[in-house]
């Protein structure tokens, strides 16, 4: 028997889910989500195709102790819903600053899903950050609005590189003071 390593993080309550630590159980619909081309073209870091093996990396990943990184998986399965309809997280900065970044699987777009992830995150701060920064790609006025319902603000233009374009995407960044 295979004891699995869960980075004691606190689940964060959401609208019509949970947004809970990563499990190892995961990678299998992490797979399948993240390796949807428009899930990994709307991401920074995802590649396209997925390589065999990411996505238990990913999860691997996700639940060492000590990283700058902390992850949740946006769970249903309280309200009936799949137990993964998505990704959130909080990427350390420093000075009490954060970059939020999420994903969601395509099944569940337009659904709210995201927004709810969001400003439960946001509501939680469970980093206790002043300042949350967010960046959208230029292409996916959906994810703004996602950002813009949280309370972010818009700050500027940008380009960050996509692994699954193998480019650099023009972005809008966005920021959130808190408390």
């Not at 995961?26 to 797979?31: E, M, N, R, W």
């Not at 609005?145 to 966005?174: I, K, M």
């Amino acid at each position: 028997m295979i004891l699995e390593k869960i980075v004691p993080q606190a689940e964060i309550p959401a609208e019509r889910f949970v947004l809970r630590p990563v499990r190892t159980s995961d990678a299998g619909l992490f797979a399948l989500y993240a390796g949807d081309k428009r899930v990994a073209e709307a991401t920074q870091g995802i590649p396209h195709p997925l390589p065999p093996g990411a996505a238990d990396a990913f999860c691997t990943r996700a639940m060492a102790a000590g990283s700058d990184e902390d992850i949740w998986v946006m769970d249903g399965t309280r309200s009936g819903l799949p137990e993964v309809l998505g990704v959130i997280s909080l990427k350390k900065m420093d000075r009490g600053q954060s970059e939020v970044a999420f994903w969601v699987a395509p099944a569940f777009w337009n659904h709210g899903i995201a927004s709810a992830a969001v400003q439960a995150l946001v509501a939680a701060n469970p980093q206790g950050n002043c300042t949350l920064f967010a960046e959208a790609f230029q292409d996916n006025p959906g994810s703004a609005r996602v950002l813009t319902n949280a309370g972010f603000q818009y700050l500027g233009d940008a380009e960050s590189f996509s692994v699954a374009r193998g480019t650099t995407v023009p972005t809008w960044t966005y920021i959130r003071k808190l408390g």
